[in-house]
C-alpha cells in the first residue's frame, strides 16, 4: 500500500436493518477534493453486492423507521454541518428537515414512524457565524471573548463546548418549521432513544444536570411534548448507548467509577428497572464492552454486544437475566481474529461490520452456517497487495504474556524494523487492516504492533498494570515485542526504529532517553511529553494526568519524557498538529527545545489546522504528506 492508495480506503459504517433492507454509509478519503466522500450503499442480504442508495457526496448513519417506510440519515453540506435529511424506502427525492446553525447529529425515530428525535449544537449569538445582539455576524476571530469558570469547557476535534450545548429536539417528519428545543442550554445531552410508548425521549445528561464537573452520567426522560425531565438512574460512572427491551427495561453501557479509578476502566453493560439502581450484566474485569461499535440490540432473551478480547472485537450475547456474566459464559455469535465495528439485527437476521487484517470493514450476515460476507470493499487493496501478518507470543522479563503481531514486507531481508506503539493507552491494537502497517511494510520495513500491559482487552488488571505506573512493565512488554521479531533471521537488530502517537508517542520519547541503544531513531507524534503542563493545557488534562501519574510535582517529572531530553542519543523527530487540544501544541515545542538544546539531532514537523485524530480522520492530503514525511524519515534513518 502506497500513501496515495488511502482513497481505496473504503470503509462501511454501522449497518442499518429493516425486513430486506440492509443500509450501510460507506466512505473513503477523496485527494481530489481533500474531504472524506460518504454515500449510503444498499446490500442484497440474499445474493451479496450493494447498489447506490443515495450519491453524498457526504451521507452517513441511516436509521429506517419502526414501520419500514422512510429512511432518515445525515448530510453535510459544503458549510460543514451535517442536516437530517429523509427519503422513501422506495426511492425517490430527499427531503432535508432541519437547518441547525451547525447542523444535527444523533438521531432517533419514535415508534409511531411519524416523529423524530434528534441532538443539534445550538450556538450563542454572535458565534459560529450567528448574529450577535446587535444584529452583526462577527467573524471568528472577531467574537467577544468566552468566559470560562469550569475545567471541561473544549474538547479535541471539536472545540469549545459551553458556548453550543447540545440539545434535544423532537420533530415531525411531515411537518414543516423549525423545532423548539426540549434541553436547557445549561447542560449537553446524548444518545436520544424513544421510550416504548412513544410518550418520552431518554438521553444521557451529566450527572446532577452538570453543575459542576463530572465524568459520571445519569439516564433521564423529557417528556416529547415538552416538560421537566424525570431522572431515571443516576450511573455509577460514564454511560453510552441506552435502549429499550421489549419488556420495558433499560440497558445502556457504561464505566464504573466506584472504586475510585477514573482511567482504564473496562466498560460494561447495564440494565435499569423503575425504582432499582443500575445492574451490572457483565464481570467488570474479564468483559469490556466496545461501545464505539454501536447501540447494545436486545434480541429474544439476550442483549448483543462488542466486546473488546485480546486485540479482537467479537460480537457477544449477554443473558438478559445476568449480573456479572464472565467472557468465557457470553455466547459469540461472530469471533475469532477479527472486529467488529458496527452490528444490527432484525428478527433472527443479524448483520456486523466487521474488520481483518485484510480488510478495513466489509458488511457480513451471520446465518445458521456461519458469517457470509455480502460485501469486498477491500478488493482494491487486495490487488494492489497486502502485506502478511503473522501473531507474536512472547513474554516478558517478569514472565507476562505479551501479544501482538508482525507485518512482513515482501522479499528475503534481513528487512529494517518499526516498533509502533498503540496510543491510549487504554485502547488496543485490533485484528483488524491498519494502514501505517501496510504503508511501512509496503516500503520494506518489517512493522511490529502488540498490547503492552496498559491496553485494552486483556482484562481490567492489564489495562490498569500502568496506572500511577508508567513506563515500567509496559516498556518491558514494549521491548519484549521487538525482541520476538529479532528472533528472526529476515529482520536486522540493528536497523530499528520506533514511533508512536500520543500515549504511543511518550512511549516513544522514553525509550528513545532510556534504551537508545535499542534503536537507531525514533519517530514521535502528537506525544504526551511534560505531564505539568498537559494536567493544565489538555482537554482531558485535569482528570488524566492525575488519574495516570498523580498530582505530587516530582511524579509528575520523574514520569514525564521531557525529563530526559538530555539522555536521547538517536535522531528524533517531533510530530505535531497546530490544533491538537488532546497532546497540546506545548507539548512538542517544549520536547523539540530542549532535545534541540541537548545537542540532539532533530526534526520538528507540524501540520496546520489538524486535531490530535490526523493520521486517522485528518485531511486527506495531510495523511499522505504525513505518510510521505514518515517515510522519508526512516529512509534517511534506517538505509
Given amino acids: 500500500m502506497r500513501p496515495a492508495d488511502i482513497e481505496d480506503l473504503v470503509v462501511p459504517g454501522p449497518p442499518a436493518l429493516r425486513g430486506d433492507l440492509l443500509l450501510t454509509a460507506v466512505s473513503r478519503p477523496d485527494l481530489e477534493t481533500d474531504r472524506s466522500h460518504s454515500t449510503l450503499r444498499r446490500v442484497s442480504l440474499a445474493e451479496g453486492g450493494d447498489v447506490p442508495w443515495t450519491y453524498g457526496p457526504r451521507d452517513s448513519s441511516p436509521v429506517i423507521s419502526p414501520d419500514g417506510r422512510w429512511v432518515v440519515f445525515l448530510r453535510a453540506g459544503e458549510e460543514g454541518g451535517s442536516q437530517l435529511y429523509v427519503m422513501p424506502v422506495e426511492g425517490g427525492e430527499a427531503r432535508k428537515l432541519t437547518a441547525f446553525a451547525l447542523g444535527a447529529e444523533e438521531l432517533a425515530w419514535a415508534p409511531d414512524s411519524q416523529r423524530l428525535a434528534c441532538t443539534a449544537r445550538v450556538p450563542e449569538a454572535g458565534r459560529y457565524g450567528t448574529e450577535d445582539a446587535d444584529g452583526r455576524t462577527p467573524e471568528s476571530l472577531a467574537e467577544a471573548p468566552r468566559r470560562i469558570t469550569r475545567f471541561d469547557y473544549r474538547f479535541d476535534d471539536l472545540g469549545f463546548l459551553r458556548d453550543r ?65 424525570e431522572l431515571l438512574a443516576s450511573c455509577p460512572g460514564s454511560a453510552d448507548h441506552p435502549v429499550f427491551g421489549l419488556d420495558g427495561t433499560l440497558y445502556f453501557t457504561g464505566t464504573s467509577h466506584a472504586d475510585g479509578v477514573v482511567v482504564a476502566a473496562n466498560c460494561g453493560l447495564y440494565a435499569v428497572v423503575a425504582g432499582a439502581e443500575p445492574r451490572r450484566l457483565t464481570d467488570v474485569e474479564t468483559v469490556d464492552v466496545e461501545s464505539a461499535a454501536g447501540t447494545a440490540v436486545p434480541l429474544g432473551d439476550e442483549i448483543l454486544v462488542a466486546v473488546r478480547n485480546r486485540g479482537a472485537v467479537e460480537l457477544r450475547a449477554v443473558p438478559a437475566s445476568a449480573t456479572d456474566a464472565k467472557l468465557d459464559s457470553l455466547r459469540v455469535l461472530h469471533g475469532g481474529q477479527v472486529a467488529v465495528h458496527g452490528f444490527a439485527a432484525d428478527g433472527d437476521t443479524v ?289
Fill in 165 to 229: 450545548p447540545k440539545r434535544l429536539f423532537v420533530l415531525d417528519v411531515l411537518g414543516e418549521g423549525e423545532p423548539e428545543p426540549l434541553s436547557p442550554a445549561d447542560y449537553d445531552v446524548k444518545s436520544p432513544v424513544w421510550a416504548p410508548e412513544g410518550e418520552r425521549v431518554v438521553v444521557v445528561v451529566p450527572q446532577d444536570y452538570d453543575r459542576v464537573e463530572t465524568l459520571a452520567n445519569d439516564l433521564v426522560a423529557f417528556p416529547a411534548g415538552g416538560g421537566e425531565p
Fill in 351 to 639: 448483520v456486523v461490520v466487521a474488520a481483518t487484517v485484510e480488510t478495513p470493514g466489509e458488511v457480513v450476515v451471520l446465518g445458521a452456517d456461519g458469517p457470509r460476507a455480502l460485501t469486498d470493499y477491500a478488493k482494491t487493496l487486495r490487488d494492489k497487495g497486502i502485506r502478511r501478518v503473522e501473531e507474536l507470543n512472547t513474554t516478558a522479563p517478569d514472565g507476562y504474556p505479551v501479544h501482538g503481531w508482525l507485518v512482513l514486507p515482501e522479499g528475503d531481508g534481513p528487512h529494517p524494523v518499526l516498533r509502533v506503539v498503540h496510543g491510549g493507552p487504554f485502547a488496543q491494537q485490533e485484528w483488524a487492516f491498519f494502514d501505517e502497517a501496510q504503508v511501512y511494510a509496503s516500503a520494506g520495513y518489517a512493522v511490529v504492533v502488540g498490547n503492552p500491559r496498559g491496553s485494552a482487552g486483556y482484562g481490567q488488571a492489564h489495562g490498569r498494570a500502568v496506572v500511577q505506573d508508567l513506563g515500567t512493565v509496559d516498556v518491558d512488554d514494549v521491548l519484549a515485542l521487538l525482541d520476538k521479531a529479532l528472533e528472526r533471521p529476515d529482520i536486522d537488530s540493528s536497523r530499528a526504529g520506533i514511533m508512536g502517537g500520543s500515549y504511543g508517542g511518550f512511549m516513544t520519547g522514553w525509550i528513545a532517553a532510556k534504551h537508545p541503544e535499542r534503536f537507531r531513531a525514533a519517530w514521535s507524534e502528537r506525544a504526551v511529553n511534560a505531564w505539568d503542563s498537559f494536567a493544565g493545557s489538555s482537554d482531558i488534562g485535569y482528570f488524566f494526568a492525575e488519574g495516570y501519574v498523580g498530582s505530587d510535582p516530582e511524579e509528575l517529572r520523574k514520569r514525564s519524557p521531557l525529563t530526559y531530553a538530555a539522555e536521547v542519543r538517536i535522531p528524533f523527530a517531533v510530530v505535531h498538529s497546530e490544533h491538537d487540544w488532546r497532546c497540546p501544541l506545548e507539548q512538542a515545542q517544549r520536547q523539540f527545545v530542549a532535545l534541540r538544546q541537548a545537542g540532539v539531532d532533530t526534526e520538528f514537523l507540524l501540520f496546520p489546522g489538524e486535531s490530535h485524530e490526523l493520521s486517522r480522520s485528518g485531511r486527506p492530503r495531510h495523511r499522505v504528506q504525513r505518510f510521505a514525511a514518515v517515510l522519508d524519515w526512516w529512509s534517511r534513518r534506517l538505509s
